[in-house]
């Protein structure tokens, strides 16, 4: 099974960044739309088209989902993927027009040493139609798309995925750009707050450290400026209503808590899209919806870890190092 959240079939997922920007763009297009919804836990979050993924709301399903960079210069970025989407023929269809649906969120890396004087220019657009036209099965981790220029409060952050199936059969992954306040490692060492979760020595094969660092709860974070933001999906193959994506999103975020110290901080804006695309043979029961809502947990903490450690440090003076730079490890 593919570690990545196109281990679910009819999913692709495509990066564009811009390096002398330090910024990208990562965006996730459904070969068929896809019921989805949204929980937003953080408290400075930065979206486009994101009301109507309510349970309430009419429009049922999406073409894509977009994570991108640049705070409010990345919400651009919607609209190139919607570009590419509208040429590709995708959209919701209103009477002889087709509407392509795909919301999306950006995280603040605007401070992290790239040039962002690109004037007019409408940059992140055509970061996002070049992400959107890029979309395969097979996708690149770390310092690409949406987490090229991502950080946390000491390591360079980036984009990261993970996957697995429930006891029943339904499969669920995770897709992240990992921005965070605080930290996603203990203390001052090289191991993962996500270690419990790890399949497949992902990132390391660490486990906890030994013995635990007497600094591992110290409150560490990047500043008191709303300068963050840990953006991501999850996705499934069963079949959901908006309402039970609703959950499934809600649930998911419990991935973040586990990954990430601290997480949901008024001065970010965590948010966690959903996804089902309904192609499981099953129809999940409550119990299935339960689990794979704690599948999805647990695939969100080991893609937060996957990211950063797949990272590589930005080219600029006094960028912070990545975790293989740091701890000097190979892995």
Same mark, same amino acid.
């Given at each position: 099974?593919?570690?990545?959240?196109?281990?679910?079939?009819?999913?692709? +997922?495509?990066?564009? #960044?811009?390096?002398?920007?330090?910024?990208?763009?990562?965006? !996730?297009?459904?070969?068929? *739309? $896809?019921?989805?919804?949204?929980?937003?836990?953080?408290?400075?979050?930065?979206?486009?088209? =994101?009301?109507?993924?309510?349970?309430?709301?009419? +429009?049922?399903? +999406?073409?894509?989902?977009? /994570?991108?960079?640049?705070?409010?210069?990345? /919400?651009?970025?919607?609209?190139?993927? +919607?570009?590419?989407?509208?040429?590709?023929?995708? %959209?919701?269809?209103?009477?002889?027009?087709?509407?392509?649906?795909?919301?999306?969120?950006?995280?603040?890396? !605007?401070?992290?040493?790239?040039?962002?004087?690109? %004037?007019?220019?409408?940059?992140? @657009? #055509? !970061?996002?139609?070049?992400?959107?036209?890029?979309?395969?099965?097979?996708? $690149?981790? &770390?310092?690409?798309?949406?987490?090229?220029?991502?950080?946390?409060?000491?390591?360079?952050? &980036?984009?990261?995925?993970?996957?697995?199936?429930?006891?029943?059969?339904?499969?669920?992954?995770?897709?992240?750009?990992?921005?965070?306040?605080?930290?996603? =490692?203990?203390?001052?060492?090289?191991?993962? @707050?996500?270690?419990?979760?790890?399949?497949?020595?992902?990132?390391?094969?660490?486990? @906890? *450290?030994?013995?635990?660092?007497?600094?591992? /709860?110290?409150?560490?974070?990047?500043? &008191?400026?709303?300068?963050?933001?840990?953006? $991501?999906?999850?996705?499934?193959?069963?079949?959901?209503?908006?309402?039970?994506?609703?959950?499934?999103?809600?649930?998911?975020?419990?991935?973040?808590?586990?990954?990430?110290? *601290?997480? #949901?901080?008024?001065?970010?804006?965590?948010?966690?899209?959903?996804?089902? =695309?309904? =192609?499981?043979?099953?129809?999940?029961?409550?119990?299935?919806?339960?689990?794979?809502?704690?599948?999805?947990?647990?695939?969100?903490?080991?893609?937060?870890?996957?990211?950063?450690?797949?990272?590589?440090?930005?080219?600029?003076?006094?960028?912070?190092?990545? @975790?293989?730079?740091? #701890?000097?490890?190979?892995?």
């Amino acid at each position: 099974m593919k570690n990545l959240i196109t281990a679910i079939p009819g999913l692709r +997922v495509g990066h564009a #960044h811009d390096e002398k920007l330090g910024s990208g763009v990562t965006v !996730l297009i459904f070969d068929s *739309p $896809a019921v989805a919804s949204i929980a937003i836990h953080g408290g400075a979050p930065g979206l486009r088209d =994101t009301g109507l993924l309510e349970p309430e709301m009419t +429009v049922e399903r +999406v073409d894509a989902l977009v /994570l991108s960079g640049g705070s409010v210069f990345g /919400l651009d970025s919607m609209g190139g993927a +919607v570009a590419c989407l509208r040429e590709s023929g995708r %959209g919701f269809a209103i009477r002889d027009i087709k509407v392509p649906i795909a919301p999306g969120a950006t995280l603040f890396d !605007l401070l992290n040493g790239g040039d962002k004087n690109f %004037g007019r220019e409408p940059v992140y @657009w #055509h !970061l996002g139609y070049r992400a959107a036209a890029s979309a395969a099965i097979d996708f $690149a981790l &770390g310092s690409v798309g949406a987490g090229f220029g991502a950080t946390t409060e000491n390591l360079k952050g &980036g984009l990261g995925s993970a996957s697995a199936a429930t006891s029943g059969g339904f499969l669920v992954g995770a897709l992240v750009a990992v921005n965070a306040v605080g930290r996603a =490692t203990i203390g001052d060492g090289p191991h993962f @707050w996500a270690a419990p979760y790890e399949k497949y020595d992902e990132f390391g094969g660490l486990g @906890w *450290p030994a013995p635990w660092p007497a600094d591992a /709860l110290a409150f560490r974070i990047k500043g &008191g400026a709303p300068e963050n933001t840990t953006i $991501a999906i999850v996705a499934t193959d069963a079949a959901l209503s908006k309402a039970e994506a609703k959950r499934l999103a809600i649930m998911a975020h419990d991935g973040m808590a586990r990954a990430l110290r *601290p997480a #949901h901080a008024p001065m970010d804006g965590d948010t966690v899209f959903s996804a089902a =695309t309904g =192609t499981a043979v099953k129809v999940p029961t409550i119990v299935d919806m339960t689990e794979i809502g704690h599948c999805a947990a647990d695939c969100l903490a080991r893609a937060i870890a996957r990211a950063v450690y797949e990272a590589t440090p930005l080219p600029f003076p006094g960028a912070l190092p990545s @975790w293989r730079g740091r #701890h000097r490890l190979t892995g």
